[in-house]
C-alpha cells in the first residue's frame, strides 16, 4: 500500500504506541488525583504542554488539552464569543470545524464575515482589509488549507488586524501546518493556535489549544474543572503523552526539505500529461490536483484497487456533495468533479513516489478511455 492520504491522518509512530500503553497500564493515574503517582503524571502531561508551546515559540500562555482540533476550534471562538454587537471574521476556506461554528454565530444574530479566498488557495489580504474594523471581536483564519496546502500569511494578516482592529483576537487553525511548518506565534501576536496529534503522527482524539491569554477565553464545557477550568473531564494521559513523543521525534525542517522534494516529484511525474491541472500551492505537504474528464471518486476508488490511497478532500467533508473551499476559489464544476488530493508523509520513499505517480497516470488514461 502506498499512503497518500496524510491530510487526513497520519499513522502513529510505534513507539509512541508503547508510551500511551505505558501511561494506560503502569502510570494510569487520574492526574488531579492527590497522591504522588497522580502528581508525577500530572508533571509529565505538564512536559508535553512545555513542547507544545515550544514548537509554537511560546514564551508564555497556556496550552489546554482537549479532545482534538474540532473542540479546539470551538473553544476558541464559542470560549472567546461576548454578548454585544460584536462581529467576527472567518476565511470562507475554513475546514467545517471552523465554518459551521461561524454558521452558527450567524444564526445567533451575530454579524459575520467570510474572508474571500484567491485562485491560489490563500485568503485575499484586500478582502480582509475591507470587512475588519473596531467591532470584530475574532478573526478566524487557517494556517495551512486542509485541501489545497495553500499557506496563508500570517503576517500580514496579523498587520492588518494591528492596523485596523488592535484589539481584535486571532485564532488560528493550525492542524496542518503544527510539527509541518515553522510558526512564532509570539512574533505573530496569535492569541489562539489549535492543533491535532493525529495530524503528526500522535493518536486520534487528542489535539491542543494554545491561548496567549486565557482570561479571554470562558469554557464551553462543565464539569469538575480540569485543565483549570477551560476543559473538564479526565485528561486523556496515555494520548497526551503519545503526542509529545512525536513532537520530540519530528524534525520540522529536514522533513520539509525531505517532503518538499516528494512533492515536487510527484509534480514532475503529473505534470506531463495532458488534462492534469495542478493547483499550485506552498506547503509541500499536500498536492491538489484535477483530472480533466474523468470523476475524481472514481479515480480514487481506481487506485484503491491499486493500493494507492489518496484524498478526494477533506475526509470530513467527503459525504457532502461539492467542495465549498475550491468552489470559492473560482475553480469550475468540471475541475472540482475531478479533483483529488494528495498528501505526504516524510515515511514515504522517492521510489514509492514514482510508482504512485505512474499508477495515477496509467489509472487516469484507463479511465478516460473508458468514458470515450
Ligand atoms: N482543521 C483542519 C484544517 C483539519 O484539517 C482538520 C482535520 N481534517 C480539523 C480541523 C479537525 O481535526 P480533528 O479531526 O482533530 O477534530
Known amino acids: 500500500m502506498i499512503y497518500l492520504d496524510n491530510a487526513a491522518t497520519t499513522k502513529m509512530f510505534e513507539k509512541g504506541v508503547d508510551i500511551y500503553k505505558k501511561y ?18 500530572r508533571h509529565d502531561i505538564d512536559k508535553t504542554r512545555q513542547k507544545i508551546k515550544d514548537t509554537l515559540n511560546a514564551e508564555k500562555g497556556n496550552v489546554i488539552f482537549t479532545s482534538g482540533a474540532t473542540e479546539s476550534n470551538n473553544l476558541a471562538i464559542l470560549g472567546s464569543k461576548r454578548n454585544g454587537k460584536w462581529e467576527y471574521v472567518f476565511s470562507s476556506g475554513e475546514h467545517p470545524s471552523v465554518y459551521n461554528v461561524a454558521r452558527y454565530l450567524e444564526n445567533q444574530g451575530f454579524i459575520v464575515h467570510y474572508v474571500k479566498l484567491t485562485e491560489n488557495g490563500q485568503i485575499d489580504y484586500e478582502d480582509l482589509k475591507n470587512v475588519v474594523n473596531e467591532k470584530t471581536r475574532l478573526i478566524s483564519i487557517m494556517h495551512v488549507s486542509n485541501e489545497t496546502g495553500a499557506i496563508n500569511d500570517l503576517s500580514l494578516i496579523n498587520n492588518i488586524r494591528q492596523k485596523y482592529c488592535p484589539k481584535a483576537l486571532l485564532h488560528i487553525d493550525g492542524v496542518q501546518a503544527f510539527c509541518k511548518i515553522p510558526v512564532n506565534v509570539d512574533e505573530l501576536n496569535i492569541d489562539f493556535y489549535t492543533l491535532s496529534a493525529h495530524k503528526f503522527h500522535g493518536p486520534k482524539g487528542v489535539g491542543a489549544l494554545y491561548a496567549r491569554d486565557v482570561s479571554c477565553l470562558k469554557n464551553i464545557v462543565y464539569g469538575g474543572g480540569q485543565e483549570e477550568g477551560y476543559r473538564s473531564g479526565t485528561e486523556n494521559v496515555g494520548g497526551i503523552m503519545a503526542m509529545g513523543y512525536a513532537i520530540d521525534n519530528i524534525d520540522i525542517t529536514k522533513n520539509y526539505q525531505y517532503v518538499e522534494k516528494l512533492k515536487k516529484c510527484m509534480e514532475n511525474e503529473l505534470e506531463t500529461v495532458k488534462g492534469v491541472n495542478i493547483i499550485k500551492t506552498e506547503s509541500p505537504y499536500i498536492l491538489s490536483v484535477s483530472f480533466s ?24 467533508s467527503t459525504k457532502k456533495a461539492g467542495n465549498r473551499v475550491l468552489e470559492n476559489m473560482g475553480i469550475n464544476q468540471d475541475k472540482i468533479k475531478s479533483h483529488i488530493r494528495i498528501s505526504f508523509s516524510e515515511e514515504l520513499s522517492l521510489d514509492e513516489i514514482k510508482n504512485a505517480g505512474k499508477n495515477i497516470i496509467e489509472t487516469y488514461q484507463y479511465l478516460l478511455e473508458k468514458v470515450k
Not at 474528464?293 to 470530513?316: F, H, P, Y
Open 24 to 41: 494506560a497500564c503502569q502510570f494510569f493515574f487520574n492526574p488531579s488525583a492527590g497522591y504522588s503517582q497522580a502528581i508525577d503524571v
Open 293 to 316: 474528464g474523468v470523476n475524481g471518486e472514481t479515480l480514487m476508488r481506481s487506485l484503491q484497487d491499486k493500493g494507492v490511497l489518496v484524498g478526494i478532500g477533506s475526509a470530513c
